[in-house]
């Protein structure tokens, strides 16, 4: 159980394109997702914190109009890259928090967006 | 803010030897998580282990345990009989216990190598 898919794994898209990123969980239902970014050989940033039914929060110097997140279900937050550019390339990791039991936060397989 | 720091950006160990990973973090709090993730190459996020502040016993998962120091706020990790299937980064992470809190403070990780 617990298990949270990420689509697509890889994408590769063109500077000033938008690329959409989904992140759903399985086999529970939770009410916050998280967004990540992680540098090659760093460790996971938060971007921002996804609650389904009203608007996400951003964490300090993350622009929330080039990273739209929309969560719509209790299975499904996405993550819009508008107008993206070379910089935004990165891989982009989704948590998801069960609802019921222990809380506990499950990641998806992540994505890696390269823009050229 | 709550911090997470680890020391080590590289370990590495022989096959079937053990190996303890550090961390230490600063909190004003008495009521928070703490959890070791293992992101192999394959880049999916595993949780190792987890371990409440409230419970003096440190936490184990088969040849995995943790030393859990809360008034020196120190949660190292130890591996025993280590195998090539541990080969991985590995990140230490806090979680304040605050109700509905939900953000996870990840530490700069560490780089285990298995030798065999």
Request: hydrophobic share 35%; net charge positive; glycine share 6%.
């Amino acid at each position: 159980g617990a298990v949270v898919s990420q689509h697509p794994s890889r994408v590769i898209c063109k500077s000033g394109t938008s690329v959409k990123i989904e992140c759903r969980s399985l086999d529970f239902q939770a009410t916050t997702m998280f967004w990540y970014r992680q540098f090659p050989k760093k460790s996971l940033m938060l971007m921002a914190t996804s609650n389904e039914g009203s608007k996400a929060t951003y964490e300090q110097g993350v622009e929330k109009d080039k990273f739209l997140i929309n969560h719509a279900s209790l299975t499904l937050s996405t993550l819009t890259v508008t107008s993206a550019h070379p910089e935004d390339s990165s891989f982009y990791i989704c948590s998801a928090r069960e609802t019921a039991g222990v809380n506990e936060q499950y990641f998806g397989p992540g994505t890696r967006l390269t823009v050229t | 803010a709550q911090t997470v720091t680890q020391s080590q950006p590289e370990m590495s160990v022989q096959e079937a030897e053990t190996v303890t990973l550090s961390c230490t973090y600063d909190t004003s709090e008495s009521d928070y998580y703490l959890f070791w993730y293992k992101q192999p190459p394959s880049r999916q996020m595993i949780l190792v282990i987890r371990q409440e502040a409230y419970k003096q016993q440190n936490a184990t998962e088969n040849r995995f345990s943790v030393n859990f120091q809360k008034a020196a706020k120190s949660f190292s990790l130890k591996i025993s009989d280590s195998q090539l299937g541990d080969a991985a980064m590995y990140f230490c992470a806090y979680r304040s216990g605050v109700q509905g809190a939900q953000k996870l403070v990840f530490g700069q990780g560490t780089r285990l190598t298995i030798n065999p």
